[in-house]
């Protein structure tokens, strides 16, 4: 209970602490995309990196990785459908947003101590697949939307796909699993001390992105995303409790999973298809204490 109240209060107290550096001008707003590239390119690699310590690839677990694509698939579709009246730019904002889940970089940091290793390690595995899409695929999808022309092409998608620096890592991560290639605990141990830095610099970038003020068009959008988002969660949670082939500890791992915050690379993928700053930033400074305090209080009821 204390371990969990500490953490949640730490993850809040960096995002006000993002928030005064911006309002004292000691950081500036568009600081948020200096601090974007280094989690993109350097620390979310190391932290996908070093997940793989002590990955192995088990039939058990497809389920696991299939749930992360699945769950994606759904968000981003719903987010498309609910948009399909209005711009490019804001079907492509809400195909981004309304899915993907920060798992290494929030929910796994949040789990350590409070779970025990083989338990987490369904939220490791339903990062597999969550990471296979938001770490690529979803950008794909999105920015698709924004090509006007009106023929589809195959070599623009896997363009945008490989681009992902953070999806190239798990690509190869994955590779060098599958054919058993084991790589030295020291260099797991660096990665794991640049990982480490990526929480710090994602509860900044959310402090950066806070705005107080807020227009009446950009407040129905935040609200429509959340009401997307929750609903689907709402019901994939009852599903998942009732039916997912796991013991009860495992249900509840992967049910606290699905509440996590959006992924800190989205806001970043945001930025880069030139989407609506103020509502993606709105969204993404709300979703992370809204998951500290569903996770906190449903981790607080099932101990």
Same mark, same amino acid.
């Given at each position: 209970m204390n371990e969990i109240f500490t953490k949640s209060i730490t993850y809040l107290l960096l995002i006000i602490c993002g928030y005064c550096l911006k309002k004292t001008k000691v950081l500036?707003?568009?600081?948020?995309? @200096?601090?974007?590239?280094?989690?993109? $390119?350097?620390t979310l690699p190391c932290v996908l990196i070093s997940m793989f310590e002590t990955f192995y690839i088990s039939?058990?677990?497809?389920? %696991?990785?299939?749930?992360?694509?699945?769950? $994606?698939?759904?968000?981003?579709?719903?987010?498309?459908?609910? #948009?399909?009246?209005?711009?490019? $730019? #804001?079907?492509?904002?809400?195909?981004?947003? #309304?899915?993907?889940?920060?798992?290494?970089?929030?929910?796994?940091?949040?789990?350590n101590g409070i779970y025990p290793p083989s338990s987490i390690f369904y939220a490791s595995m339903f990062d597999v697949g969550n990471a296979i899409m938001c770490t690529g695929l979803t950008y794909a999808c999105a920015a698709s939307r924004l090509d006007t022309s009106s023929k589809f092409q195959f070599k623009d998608f896997f363009k945008r796909i490989f681009s992902s620096i953070p999806f190239v890592t798990y690509l190869v991560m994955i590779t060098l699993t599958l054919v058993n290639i084991k790589l030295p605990s020291e260099l797991f141990q660096v990665t794991s001390i640049i990982g480490n830095a $990526?929480?710090?610099?994602?509860?900044?970038?959310?402090?950066?992105? @806070?705005?107080? *003020?807020i227009g009446k068009d950009d407040i129905k959008? @935040?609200?429509?995303?959340?009401? !997307?988002?929750?609903? !689907?969660?709402?019901?994939? =949670?009852?599903?998942? +409790?009732?039916?997912?082939?796991?013991?009860?500890?495992?249900?509840q791992i992967l049910i606290l999973s699905i509440f996590a915050p959006i992924s800190s690379i989205m806001p970043a993928f945001? =930025? *880069?298809?030139? %989407? *609506? #700053?103020?509502? +993606? =930033? =709105?969204i993404n400074s709300l979703s992370m204490p809204i998951s500290i305090i569903l996770l906190s209080t449903l981790m607080t009821l099932w101990q």
């Open positions: 500036h707003s568009k600081d948020f995309h @200096v601090l974007s590239t280094i989690s993109i $390119n350097l039939f058990d677990w497809i389920y %696991c990785i299939l749930l992360g694509l699945v769950i $994606n698939v759904i968000l981003i579709f719903a987010g498309l459908f609910f #948009t399909r009246y209005r711009s490019r $730019n #804001t079907q492509a904002l809400f195909m981004l947003n #309304t899915s993907s889940f920060n798992i290494g970089g929030f929910v796994l940091p949040f789990f $990526n929480i710090v610099l994602v509860m900044i970038m959310l402090g950066l992105m @806070v705005e107080l *003020k959008d @935040v609200i429509l995303h959340f009401f !997307i988002r929750y609903s !689907i969660l709402i019901f994939c =949670a009852i599903l998942i +409790y009732y039916f997912f082939p796991a013991s009860l500890i495992g249900k945001s =930025a *880069k298809l030139k %989407c *609506k #700053t103020s509502v +993606y =930033a =709105a």
